[in-house]
């Protein structure tokens, strides 16, 4: 048996009112959506960093723009207590509904924002907005230089480099005899960009932020069936991997909240009392995996065409 080592974090979608304004076909959204985007830039970002300074832990703030532009001096002091910020669009468009070209102008402006605000440091890591992606996104963050992704869910307490966006896969279409899709996914290979993979059972969203009249967004879930399913994961990943990594997704605006403050906390002291646990930002991660005092996996899957 090798030594235990699970590195442990925190990735925050600052989001703020970015998610609640990026309606897509310029609907107007209710204020009140809005203010809950508002309380997430003060309160919730407030009471997060407080929390991180009682576990002395350093986490990932994916941070769209906007939500830089419209909050800078609650950012700032995220930024000056040490947390990484990371992209995450400019009003957290969804890159699945973008063109190539859009997709692209956003990433420039969100990097120069990001840059400027962190005194010329620029960005190493990007997440999806509601983990919405493209075939244009890794190439893209590729070119950019940007050294990991939180989008993509080829595993989830593994580090792996993100596939290059080179396989093709057909859709059945009904419309077409069925000999025009029947065939396999092409070969998976690998891009530059790691991977720190996104789990939506390891999301605070959708279990506990209510939407009225959407489904899946139920907000009402017990905290402790969230902790319980959270904590399984990462017991079960305790008793399988002697390394492993466990990037945890949340928002100011839902672990804000009193009741899910309090989920953190034990969540933080289980997890606390393994062996081989350290906490850092998903960059740290990344970086681990890229210089190679991290295992990770491969992505295997498809076929030469
Ligand atoms: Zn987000």
Known sequence: MGKKRVLVGYGIDVDAVANWI????????????????????????????????????????????????????????????????????????????????????????????????????????????????????????AAEGILYDHSFMHHDVQPYFAPDSSESWIETNHAKSADAWMSPMT??????????????????????????GRPGAQGFVDTSVVEKLWMEQF???????????????????????????????RIIEHINKHEGVEWMPLGDMAKEFLEGRMPGVEVEGGVES
């Open 235 to 265: 017991d079960f990943a305790y008793r399988e991997y002697e390394t492993f990594i466990f990037p945890m997704s949340i928002h100011p605006q839902v672990s804000g909240k009193p009741h899910v403050v309090l989920m953190h906390e």
């Open 187 to 212: 070969k998976i290979k690998p891009s530059k960009v790691v991977e720190i993979p996104a789990n939506w059972h390891l999301d605070d969203w959708p279990p506990l932020q209510p939407i009225p």
């Open 22 to 141: 990026n309606t897509t076909d310029g609907a107007p959204q209710n204020p009140t959506n809005v203010s809950r985007g508002v309380y997430g830039a003060t309160v919730g970002i407030d009471r997060l960093l407080k929390l991180w300074d009682k576990y002395n832990i350093k986490a990932t703030f994916f941070t769209p723009a906007h939500s830089i532009e419209s909050f800078p001096k609650q950012l700032a002091k995220v930024r000056d207590s040490g947390h990484e910020l990371g992209l995450h669009g400019y009003t957290h468009e969804f890159v699945s509904q973008l063109s190539a070209a859009q997709q692209q102008d956003v990433l420039t402006r969100s990097i120069d924002v990001l840059t400027k605000f962190c005194g010329g440091k620029r960005p190493i890591g990007y997440t999806a907005p509601a983990w919405s992606t493209s075939k244009e996104l890794i190439p893209q963050l």
